[in-house]
């Protein structure tokens, strides 16, 4: 699986939006972009993937760069409840013998949202 | 719906005994996956299971660590002759993806058991 590149940690100030950023440079063409969080004493919350195309859901937006070298997840208003760790995982689109499709973690951004 | 449950949801045992940990995934989920997280640090991956397909044991750290799923159900991690190092989150996931099939559902995990062994 392709590895993931995030800075350990980022700040954003309450009602604004937060931006993070994720390089996955050696994706390949059938390796979706996962982005989870996790929030202190729980387990990790799915949060949007993509492809190729741009992704937009309830809880944030998803743009994948055209080379899909690098993407970035968008929280639009980040809140207090926002405050976590945040995973972005390349996964096979298809699985074959010998590969189960497996998220792979990284150490992702601890997002700090600021009142 | 219910989400992955999993029991106990706090493990305390001594170095040496056995312990069994559950988790029951999300009903209609044909794949689950064991995880296991130490203080600070980031996820690691121990087993997959999918349907009646031999299981990917990859991950496991060692052969003090097993687990069994019964057809698309409950799934037990046995770790036998615990040591301090096997304490950790031990996180269960479910998804709808399989072997040959496109995988874009996502894994949705519980909340964990914590193990303590002292």
């Known amino acids: 699986d392709a590895k993931t590149t995030q800075p350990p940690s980022m700040d954003c100030a309450e009602g604004r939006a937060a931006n993070l950023p994720c390089n996955h440079s050696?994706?390949?063409?059938?390796?979706?972009v996962y982005w989870y969080r996790q929030i202190h004493s729980q387990g990790p919350q799915y949060i949007i993937h993509g492809l190729k195309n741009n992704e937009t859901n309830e809880m944030a937006s998803l743009i994948i760069t055209e080379d899909r070298k690098s993407s970035t997840l968008i929280l639009p208003h980040a809140t207090l409840r926002d405050t976590a760790v945040y995973y972005c995982?390349?996964?096979?689109?298809?699985?074959?013998?010998?590969?189960?499709?497996?998220?792979?973690f990284g150490q992702g951004t601890t997002l700090q949202v600021k009142p | 719906g219910a989400g992955v449950s999993q029991s106990p949801s706090n493990k305390v045992t001594e170095k040496g005994k056995d312990v069994e940990l559950r988790c029951d995934p999300i009903s209609g989920h044909t794949a689950l996956y064991w995880y296991r997280q130490r203080l600070g640090q980031g996820l690691e991956f121990l087993i997959y299971?999918?349907?009646?397909?031999?299981?990917?044991k990859s991950g496991l750290p060692s052969d003090r660590f097993s687990a069994e799923r019964t057809g698309e159900s409950v799934s037990t991690l046995t770790i036998q002759r615990t040591q301090q190092e096997d304490s950790a989150v031990y996180l269960c996931?479910?998804?709808?993806?399989?072997?040959?099939?496109?995988?874009?559902?996502?894994?949705?995990f519980g909340n964990g058991t914590r193990l303590t062994v002292t």
């Open positions: 995982i390349v996964r096979v689109a298809k699985t074959w013998s010998g590969n189960t499709g497996k998220l792979i």
């Open positions: 299971f999918q349907g009646n397909s031999a299981p990917d």
């Open positions: 996931a479910s998804s709808l993806g399989g072997r040959n099939r496109g995988l874009s559902s996502p894994l949705h």
């Open positions: 050696t994706i390949s063409g059938n390796e979706y």
